[in-house]
């Protein structure tokens, strides 16, 4: 801890009051990605059928969006950090009459598979017609939009049979630290691709590097008789970094008490 205060004859140490040993806490928020995927009921059919390739299992994928820090008592409330955001598919009988899907007449899976995909290109046909005109007579004005959105929420799904579908949301987490004087590397949590956040992993870390400041060795205070010296904290600007496995996500200069001084006041 560094001070600065006057050196008094022996009379006026009782009186020296130092300052308490505050400590600047800092939010670290985390943004994280999770990918979910789900293979469709016909993806090995779909590089036969369609010319793509499908995934053939089933997983979950995390990675990191980004990160920020900020001084715990000037970030942003829970309640104003970005929402969960989940990108769905639709049922696919949700938007098909029974009579055009027809695919539970049979327990054959390829030509499940290759009904499938003549019904999807059916829908890519309706649609391309429409964007040209040859259908424009049967679907006009304010109709044409919603009947393309329907279309391609209808080709998504029976696309999604094929290929499998992808739940994708975006969560952030905070933590709050607050280290000790002379700490300057903090370990926030680990993170991994397969598990997240947490576990084990990756170090995710904030590194503290306070700016270098030049104390004198005295200052001229002169306190009234048998007034007590206050000693004052403080801060010292400091470079705070957050850090995964080394590498930088996130920068900030905030001041931090931890770090500062104490000065006769």
Same mark, same amino acid.
């Given at each position: 801890m560094k001070? $600065?205060? &006057?050196?008094?004859v022996g009379?006026?140490?009782?009186?020296v009051?130092? %300052?308490q040993s *505050? /400590?600047?806490a800092?939010?670290v928020d985390?943004t994280?990605?999770?990918v979910h995927?789900?293979?469709g009921?016909?993806?090995?059919f779909?590089?036969r059928l369609l010319g793509?390739?499908?995934?053939?299992?089933?997983?979950?994928a995390?990675?990191?969006?980004?990160a920020? $820090?900020a &001084?715990s008592d000037v970030a942003p409330v829970a309640?104003?950090?970005?929402? %969960?955001?989940? *990108? /769905?598919g639709?049922?696919v009988r949700?938007?098909l009459?029974a009579?055009k899907l027809d695919l539970?007449?049979?327990?054959?899976?390829t030509?499940k598979a290759v009904?499938?995909?003549d019904?999807?290109f059916s829908v890519?046909?309706?649609?391309?017609?429409?964007?040209?005109?040859?259908?424009?007579e049967?679907?006009f004005?304010a109709?044409l939009?919603?009947?393309?959105?329907?279309?391609?929420?209808m080709?998504q799904?029976?696309?999604e049979?094929?290929?499998?579908r992808r739940i994708?949301s975006?969560?952030?987490q905070?933590?709050?630290?607050?280290p000790?004087?002379?700490?300057?590397h903090q370990t926030v949590?680990?993170?991994?691709?397969e598990?997240?956040?947490?576990?084990?992993?990756?170090?995710?870390?904030v590194?503290?590097?306070p700016?270098?400041?030049?104390?004198p060795?005295?200052?001229p205070?002169?306190?009234?008789?048998?007034?007590?010296?206050v000693m004052k904290?403080?801060?010292?600007?400091?470079?705070c970094?957050?850090?995964?496995?080394?590498?930088?996500l996130a920068?900030?200069?905030?001041?931090m008490l931890?770090?500062?001084?104490d000065?006769a006041?």
């Amino acid at each position: 801890m560094k001070r $600065i205060f &006057l050196l008094v004859v022996g009379a006026l140490m009782p009186f020296v009051v130092a %300052a308490q040993s *505050e /400590r600047t806490a800092v939010a670290v928020d985390v943004t994280v990605q999770r990918v979910h995927t789900t293979p469709g009921p016909y993806a090995r059919f779909a590089q036969r059928l369609l010319g793509v390739r499908s995934a053939t299992q089933e997983g979950v994928a995390y990675s990191i969006l980004g990160a920020e $820090i900020a &001084l715990s008592d000037v970030a942003p409330v829970a309640g104003e950090l970005p929402e %969960a955001t989940v *990108e /769905r598919g639709y049922e696919v009988r949700d938007l098909l009459p029974a009579d055009k899907l027809d695919l539970e007449d049979t327990t054959d899976l390829t030509e499940k598979a290759v009904r499938a995909a003549d019904l999807l290109f059916s829908v890519r046909r309706a649609r391309l017609d429409l964007i040209t005109g040859d259908a424009g007579e049967y679907v006009f004005g304010a109709g044409l939009p919603v009947a393309l959105e329907r279309l391609d929420a209808m080709e998504q799904q029976l696309l999604e049979l094929f290929v499998g579908r992808r739940i994708v949301s975006v969560d952030t987490q905070r933590v709050v630290l607050s280290p000790m004087e002379g700490e300057n590397h903090q370990t926030v949590t680990h993170f991994s691709a397969e598990s997240g956040l947490g576990g084990k992993g990756e170090e995710l870390s904030v590194r503290y590097r306070p700016e270098e400041i030049n104390l004198p060795m005295e200052m001229p205070v002169q306190p009234k008789k048998g007034a007590p010296v206050v000693m004052k904290r403080v801060a010292v600007q400091t470079l705070c970094t957050v850090e995964l496995d080394g590498k930088a996500l996130a920068q900030r200069t905030l001041p931090m008490l931890q770090f500062g001084y104490d000065l006769a006041q």
